[in-house]
């Protein structure tokens, strides 16, 4: 029989279990039960056992031309399943960290959460046809980097909602096409799939964040005032902008247009090269 489920003591058990049977903990969204908060502010870091600690932060996705080869497949597969892994021990953090948010708020990060606990999922399967588990390759944290800048509900959805789920809009499809071009159509189908989730997430962050704006603030007015460098609208995007999923996505004509012209530092000042 199915039980109902502490949502407080879910999301702890995510986030400091060191186990994927930890982060994949099953339950039923309908039956999550608004758990008492706990007093302690959660950690800055997750809870991993040594085979999945985070030890490097920058190493680069296999280019959608290298997918070609199978060890290229498998290294971008882990890759994508790490930011997964990284995506709902964060929202099992904002759980705990936001507890005097309106319980529509936690209800709505837990249904996403196990949104992605489905995704990662998918990954591990295809790194099993793959002949590999997760952990056989590094983890990185660049997801976890940012978490201490996250003070507020508003940053949270504007860097993880807006920033790391917008920009998968566009790199969901890119490795889509590129995994379709190498033959591998069960890889292609999980990231269609990813991204058809993706545009839903993105919408109920930018619900959210509209609904904590201050009064008369668009959404890209909220965004630029509270999203932490190093992160701004330059990561919201991958380099084949798709324009029709954010639109599904319900965003703004503007913040689209601001996202699309963003220009990383590096680019905005570019380094001149030294006289010779």
Known sequence: MTTETDTTRLALRILQGTTLE???????PALLVDGVPLPAVPPREPGRAPSLRIISQGERLPRP????????????????????????????????????????????????????????????????????????????????????????????LCAVGLTFETANLDFALLYRDAFRTAGAEAEASVMQRIHDDEVGHVAWSASWVRRLARPAETLLQAYQRVTPFPLGLHRAKGRNFVVSSRVRAGLEADFVEATRVARSPQEQHPRRGRPG
């Not at 930890?22 to 039923?28: E, I, P, S």
């Not at 005097?100 to 990662?120: K, T, V, Y």
């Open 22 to 28: 930890d982060k994949l903990a099953a339950f039923d």
């Open 65 to 156: 031309g290298q997918l070609t080869a199978a060890a290229a497949r498998a290294e971008c597969l882990h890759r994508f399943a790490n930011h997964e892994l990284q995506a709902l021990e964060l929202m099992a953090w904002a759980v705990l960290a936001f507890p005097a948010m309106p319980w529509s708020f936690r209800q709505g990060i837990m249904n996403n959460l196990h949104d992605e606990q489905r995704h990662f999922r998918l990954y591990l399967g295809r790194l099993a046809a793959h002949g590999l588990r997760f952990g056989d390759l590094a983890c990185n944290g660049n997801f976890w980097a940012q978490a201490v800048r996250l003070g507020d509900p508003l940053a949270f």
